[in-house]
């Protein structure tokens, strides 16, 4: 696992980073997971906003966000797989157990993120209306090593397991 202060090819010394972006990489190892009733191997792509896409998400905030973030992952049991945090959106990639449902993983993302940001920036209240930090809606997109294609063409091939019987 790398941590945020590690040295990675992404943080080199002497490479420019991009402005207003940070990519934050960790293990992209999509193994099999286990749980106590479980063995699963998930990941999640989440994208979601500001309200109203105000770029917010700068300096102190988007470091403090991160921070948020992977502490989210660590109490709830999740695996943070890679995170981009850009001045009007967040990219999350990460992996959760099956009994989590991804829309529930969402909720704890934001709900806590948003609160403890206010807690710290009392002015970020203010830049938005309604004092609310996120937009309501959100992306959410599964991914893995084996394609739609691979899964159309076994479940095709069925007749394998019909001449068993």
Known sequence: MIHPGAETPLFRAGRKRRPQTMWYTMRVDL?????????????YHAVWIPKYRKKVLV???????????????????????????????????????????????????????????????????????RGHLWAPSFYLGTAGQVSAQTIRRYIERTEHVRTRR
């Not at 193994?31 to 998930?42: F, M, P, S």
């Not at 502490?71 to 967040?90: N, P, S, T």
């Not at 990219?91 to 704890?108: E, G, K, T």
């Open 31 to 43: 193994g099999l997971k286990r749980t106590r009733n479980a063995v699963y191997q998930t990941a």
């Open 59 to 129: 300096g102190g905030v988007a470091e403090r966000l991160r921070g948020v973030l992977h502490d989210v992952c660590q109490a709830k049991g999740f695996e943070m797989l890679a995170l981009e945090i850009q001045a009007d959106h967040v990219h999350l990639f990460f992996s959760a157990p099956p009994a989590i449902a991804p829309s529930l993983a969402i909720q704890w993302f934001k709900g806590i993120s948003a609160r403890t940001l206010f807690a710290e920036f009392p002015g970020l209240r203010t830049r938005l209306r």
